[in-house]
């Protein structure tokens, strides 16, 4: 849903005026219409300017409800540590000598190398979707 259309909502379903909100919020009646018809977006702070003139919490200029929407559960989801191959333990300091030796090899072995790893990456590939 396109915020300024669910702002049109609220402020019909309280049957208040572009102009009364005008007056409780201090913001012209044409930005309101701009925002209300898509051509302007609001910034976080005008939003809640429009919710406490509305009388609704933030989140309902959102969300079509009377509670907030469930969060998932955070606590069981993977971190970036554990996705990341290298960002931690023995494959970051394997990561960090590999690149010290990168950076001491000239720009026609970096290429050599990166070729034979392709190689050798499409191979196991290979190997592991001919085992299946």
């Known amino acids: 849903m396109v915020i300024g259309d669910r702002l049109r909502e609220l402020r019909a379903g309280k049957k208040l005026s572009q102009g ?3 007056k409780r ?7 309101i219409s701009r925002v209300e018809n898509g051509h302007t977006v609001p ?13 609704v919490p933030l989140y309902q ?11 998932p559960n ?11 191959w290298g960002s931690s ?3 970051a300091a394997y990561l960090t000598k590999l ?6 090899a000239g720009d026609a072995d970096r290429k050599l190398i990166m070729v034979m790893m392709q190689k050798m990456a499409n191979g196991r590939n290979r190997r592991v979707s001919a085992e299946a």
Do not use: H, N, W
């Open 20 to 22: 009364d909100i005008e």
């Open 25 to 31: 919020t201090g913001l012209l009646r044409c930005y």
């Open 43 to 55: 910034a976080i702070e005008t939003l809640e300017k429009i919710a406490r003139a509305l009388e």
């Open 61 to 71: 200029l959102f969300y079509d409800g009377e509670e907030p929407p469930k969060l």
């Open 74 to 84: 955070l606590l069981e989801r993977k971190t970036s540590d554990d996705v990341v």
């Open 89 to 91: 333990g023995k494959q």
């Open 99 to 104: 690149r010290k030796c990168l950076s001491k």
